[in-house]
């Protein structure tokens, strides 16, 4: 089993559209989970997962944000493991290449394997959305 996922994707839009959509509550609300969040260090932040995925909640304290860095804790539902999830930008000529890592999954112990594997589904699905809002077309959180 992996300790870390690692995902990168390239859009074509600005940095700032990338950075604003990761950050921004209003807009992780519509492309990702619902959120109570505020890119700002030391935030204690709640995303809450739709019906249909079961109305998790996670909940974490923002470590980092900076342009163009993010980087939270992450602990889902009443899970005393707290991981840590980080978002790098950079600007490639007129791309933008996000560069999503998520860390400490081992933690979990003997069902490490188990959630390693519902997370990168879970980060694979947010990624598929996030290209279309960023378009400007109708989507649906993913979670």
């Known amino acids: 089993m992996n300790e870390e996922i690692v995902k990168e994707k390239v859009f074509k839009q600005s940095i700032d559209r990338v950075w604003k959509a990761i950050t921004e509550a209003e807009q992780i609300s519509k492309w990702f989970i619902h959120a109570d969040f505020k890119a700002e260090a030391g935030y204690q932040y709640t995303f809450t997962a739709t019906e249909e995925h079961g109305s998790t909640q996670i909940k974490g304290r923002?470590?980092?944000?900076?342009?163009?860095?993010?980087k939270y804790t992450w602990c889902t539902g009443d899970a005393p493991i707290e991981t840590t999830v980080t978002w790098t930008l950079q600007q490639q000529g007129e791309d933008t290449l996000l560069?999503?890592?998520?860390?400490?999954?081992?933690?979990?112990?003997?069902?490490?394997a188990e959630v390693f594997g519902h997370f990168d589904k879970g980060w694979d699905a947010c990624l598929s959305v996030l290209p279309n809002y960023l378009n400007g077309e109708a989507t649906e959180p993913a979670h």
């Open 62 to 70: 923002v470590l980092e944000a900076d342009p163009y860095t993010l």
């Open 99 to 112: 560069t999503l890592t998520h860390t400490g999954i081992s933690q979990y112990g003997d069902s490490a």
